[in-house]
């Protein structure tokens, strides 16, 4: 699957060399002042590398989606973090945690991670839905 993928973009991005080349010889022109006659093979190498550079990114970016930021949590966090609403405030999310089994002072922690959005002060927003 993941190398039909690659296929399928590099494809699509095949179309953009001639394009990023003619955009490559325009700057050169800009700053040059040579007459652009034809696409010179510089540009047309930098229109490779461009595509290259895109085509390992989107993959890179690829991966990254896939990921679910969730798998760090303990199964308890996991409970907690699915059970509080997507906006909260800290009373709300300290009465679910405390109800479930985790300390106020661990949950107040949690709550200066990556996976809460401090919305206003003692409004809190889950980062992931």
Not at 32 to 45: V, Y
Not at 67 to 85: M, V
Not at 112 to 117: A, E, K, S, V
Request: aromatic share 12%; proline share 2%; glycine share 8%.
């Amino acid at each position: 699957m993941k190398g039909s993928i690659y296929r399928m973009a590099a494809t699509k991005m095949e179309k953009y060399i001639v394009r990023l080349a003619i955009v490559l010889d325009a700057m050169r022109y800009g700053c040059d002042g040579k007459p652009i006659i034809e696409l010179s093979g510089w540009a047309m190498e930098g229109a490779l590398k461009l595509v290259d550079y895109y085509l390992i990114c989107g993959m890179k970016a690829r991966e990254n989606f896939k990921y679910d930021p969730l798998t760090k949590l303990s199964i308890l966090q996991k409970r907690i973090y699915k059970r509080i609403p997507v906006t909260f405030t800290t009373g709300e999310g300290v009465e679910i945690a405390v109800a479930m089994g985790m300390g106020e002072r661990t949950f107040k922690s949690w709550l200066t991670t990556d996976f809460f959005i401090l919305t206003q002060r003692g409004h809190y927003e889950r980062r992931y839905k």
